[in-house]
């Protein structure tokens, strides 16, 4: 079982950060899009832009999270991958774990890399800026476990990316109002509850996603 | 429990059931609605507007309650492979999000003379937003399902994880903001003078009933649609 685990994890990060399943640059720029949408929409007052800035990153952060939704699991599904895996014996449990971590790494480092320049154009800096990327570095864990699991769930339904955000925007909710929350009060205990839902959430993906892969594949 | 796996058996039963619920819940409901609009007295702090108690109080719990039935019809689906249970899911989803819009409403509407606004972002209001888009979100996936014929232990998964987390978002929105009032009734004990606890007791009785009822009726109509798919299916083989 220990010898897949490291050709699967290869495989996924070949896949989803080399750009084999689209470009994974491409829900970058559009989290930097929306940054740069909001302050045409509310006006480029300065102090207004620095006290709502982390709100609008993590929202933007949300909205670019369902970009990459119809190409973690569908592709996969539709290929006969899982079929080869279970012939072999590789629970789906565990392409879906290794599929949540290969996710994170090519979504959330690079995520956190954007919010840089997203900071930069929003006005936003020093104490705050830390406590977006430690918020962003607590949610995004369980970010890419909800996604991989909206995947699994919509993988083999031709629903779009419609489906997939109203499936994913209500299980976001808590991880948006700690993470978010903790830029307004004290600052540690939202980053900590924050990364304790994120746990929580990474804890069930796997089975989750793995008994839909399995209800998909048997139809 | 799996002496209603049989379709037949369980139709005879919904089909008996079906209409005294409804009727019985209605006029429960309503009576206690009456009640509670022309006979109850005014409240002394909120005055009339308390009236909007009865229906607000048993559509919020009925909300909530029905994602509990979800969770559990959707648990005896996954473990037990029960035939009833996921088209048992399925139905309570459209009332249940119907109740929970109703509850959003009467909130609204009590909230604009109470509070003076339609809406506060407030903790409780919140999460039965939540709760709602959560209802809208489950019914999606279940027509996508049903659309392209995929299995309906998809739609389980995802009832179990929407339970899951249900408490979770609940618990983190009343964190982030809350104006509502604590609970006024709890197991044991009530802060509500009994002129308001029972018929609204009643009313909640009725509101139950009523939901059982639509519940009964949309299981029948999904079986039904189900029959007769496989008649038309059947036919087009024979022919």
């Known amino acids: 079982m220990t010898g897949v685990i490291a050709p699967l994890l290869l495989r996924d990060l070949a896949l989803l950060a080399g750009g084999r399943r689209g470009n994974p640059l491409l829900p970058l720029l559009f989290f930097l899009a929306v940054a740069m949408l909001f302050p045409f929409a509310v006006g480029p007052d300065a102090p207004l832009l620095a006290r709502t800035g982390g709100g609008v990153i993590w929202v933007a952060a949300l909205l670019a999270a369902i970009l990459p939704l119809d190409r973690l699991v569908a592709p996969d599904l539709e290929q006969g991958c899982f079929d080869q895996w279970a012939l072999r014996g590789i629970a789906e449990e565990l392409v879906i774990t290794i599929r949540v971590l290969a996710h994170w790494l090519s979504f959330g480092p690079p995520l956190m890399l954007a919010a840089l320049p997203a900071s930069a154009l929003l006005g936003i800096g020093g104490d705050t800026l830390a406590r977006v990327e430690l918020g962003l570095l607590a949610g995004t864990p369980g970010l890419a476990a909800i996604g991989v699991l909206i995947a699994a769930l919509t993988a083999g339904l031709r629903g779009g990316a419609a489906l997939a955000g109203l499936l994913l925007i209500p299980l976001a909710v808590p991880l948006l109002i700690f993470g978010a929350g903790a830029l307004a009060t004290g600052g540690a205990s939202g980053i900590a509850l924050c990364g304790a839902i994120s746990l929580v959430l990474v804890a069930i993906a796997p089975f989750a996603g793995g008994a839909a892969v399995r209800a998909a594949r048997e139809g | ?239």
């Open chain 2, 1 to 239: 429990m799996h002496g209603f796996a049989n379709p037949t058996r369980f139709l005879r039963l919904a089909r008996l059931l079906t209409g005294p619920l409804l009727l019985v819940g209605l006029s429960v409901a309503g009576g206690a609605m009456a009640y509670g609009l022309f006979a109850a007295p005014a409240e002394r702090l909120q005055g009339e507007t308390v009236r909007i108690l009865f229906i607000h109080v048993p559509t919020a719990w009925l909300g909530m309650g029905g994602w509990t039935a979800i969770a559990v019809a959707s648990l005896a689906e996954l473990v037990w492979r029960h035939p009833l249970a996921g088209i048992a899911a399925r139905a309570v989803a459209v009332p249940g999000a119907v109740f929970t819009a109703i509850c959003l409403l009467t909130g609204s509407i009590w909230g604009r003379p109470a509070w003076g606004t339609w809406w506060v972002w407030d903790g409780r209001l919140t999460s039965m937003l939540v709760l709602l888009f959560l209802y809208l979100a489950y019914i999606a996936l279940g027509s996508a399902v049903e659309r392209e014929g995929a299995s309906s232990r998809i739609l389980a998964i995802f009832g179990l994880v929407g339970a899951v987390n249900i408490p979770i978002i609940h618990y983190s929105v009343l964190w982030w903001n809350s104006l509502h009032q604590a609970p006024s009734i709890t197991i044991g004990k009530s802060a509500m003078a009994p002129e308001f606890l029972w018929p609204l007791l009643i009313a909640l009785a009725g509101f139950s009933l009523l939901f059982g009822g639509v519940v009964l009726a949309r299981m029948r109509m999904i079986l039904a649609d189900a029959q007769a798919e496989a008649r038309l299916r059947r036919m087009a083989e024979e022919a």
